[in-house]
């Protein structure tokens, strides 16, 4: 099955500790995003990437940061930095960065 | 920043009948997207309008965009319990890789 995923589903952190969440895809798709989404509110942007070993910071990067050394891979790591993590955290990709982006299920982030 | 404004933020309607939401957005932008969140899952692309187009249609789905007045409206027809979800719109400007989503609709279907 061609596809998003993300994993793991739930994620629970504990105070100054780095977590990475997981986003692979194989819809062989050149770019790459992290959105942040919480309760009542629209998708923000974190990062994204179009094309492999480049990315860019969205509206709200700090705190987070993300690598993509291979196309299908895009991880994002919430640091110690990051105040308030409690989220609902959304991967995406497209074929580029015009056409419209496939979601994968979501990770929620938990504070311990 | 927010770019899309949905209005109502919430809608509940009897199963059979019509849906419309709206979005407002503030920049001129190179196409509008609706997308569908079903309650803890992703998001769901419904269906892309572009700048130089007014309407578009999708089985039960209609989009309109009105550039000069700056919106754009989802009509669901003959709704029905499984189009229970958010609604989002999301814009992309032009020169501009990112797209912006708004706050979105919560819509009800009650059978």
């Known amino acids: 099955d061609g596809g998003i995923t993300q994993s793991p589903k739930y994620l629970f952190r504990k105070e100054g500790q780095n977590v990475t969440l997981s986003c692979e895809q194989n819809?062989?798709?050149?770019?790459m995003y992290w959105y942040r989404q919480d309760p009542g509110q629209g998708l923000r942007l974190i990062y994204y990437s179009q094309i492999v070993n480049d990315f860019q910071k969205g509206d709200i990067a700090e705190g987070y940061s993300v690598s993509r050394e291979k196309k299908e891979s895009f991880p994002l790591t919430v640091t110690s930095a990051q105040k308030n993590p409690t989220a609902f955290y959304l991967c995406?990709?497209?074929?580029?960065?015009?056409?419209?982006?496939?979601f994968g299920p979501g990770t929620r982030l938990l504070v311990l | 920043s927010q770019q899309g404004e949905e209005d109502p933020q919430a809608l509940s309607i009897q199963e059979g009948e019509n849906a419309t939401m709206n979005c407002s957005y503030k920049t001129s932008i190179n196409n509008l997207q609706w997308y569908r969140q079903n309650s803890g899952r992703g998001l769901v692309h419904l269906i892309l309008i572009r700048s130089n187009e007014r309407e578009k249609h999708s089985g039960r789905l209609r989009v309109t965009l009105d550039t000069s007045k700056k919106s754009s409206s989802l009509l669901i027809t003959a709704s029905r319990a499984a189009d229970t979800a958010s609604y989002f719109c999301?814009?992309?400007?032009?020169?501009?890789?990112?797209?912006?989503f708004g706050t979105g609709t919560r819509l009800t279907i009650i059978p």
């Open positions: 819809l062989n798709h050149d770019a």
């Open positions: 995406a990709s497209s074929m580029t960065e015009q056409e419209t982006q496939y």
């Open positions: 999301a814009t992309r400007e032009f020169g501009n890789e990112k797209l912006t």
